[in-house]
């Protein structure tokens, strides 16, 4: 399994860009939740194939955190 996620909040809405892989089902998932609230969560999700790099490219330009968003 591995979880990458990319979050920040703008004008107090909260934005996570997500590229996770789920060895055990062999999924690939990849998108952004939009999250305005606790209950009003919008998940667009990306089309897997269409991707242009990685997440982890960016590990070393931004703070580290400890929150999971699945």
């Known amino acids: ?7 920040f909040t703008n004008n ?3 934005y996570v860009i997500y ?4 060895s ?3 999924k690939l ?3 952004i939740k939009v999250k305005e609230s606790e209950t009003n969560i919008t998940d667009l999700k990306g089309l897997t194939k ?4 990685n997440l982890s ?4 330009k931004v703070k ?7």
Not at 19 to 22: A, I, L, N
């Open 1 to 7: 399994m591995e979880l990458t996620y990319l979050a």
């Open 12 to 14: 107090g809405i909260k």
């Open 19 to 22: 590229d996770t892989y789920f």
């Open 24 to 26: 055990e089902v062999d």
């Open 29 to 31: 998932e990849a998108g």
């Open 50 to 53: 269409s991707r242009k790099g």
């Open 57 to 60: 490219d960016l590990k070393d």
């Open 64 to 70: 580290e955190g400890e929150e999971l968003y699945d």
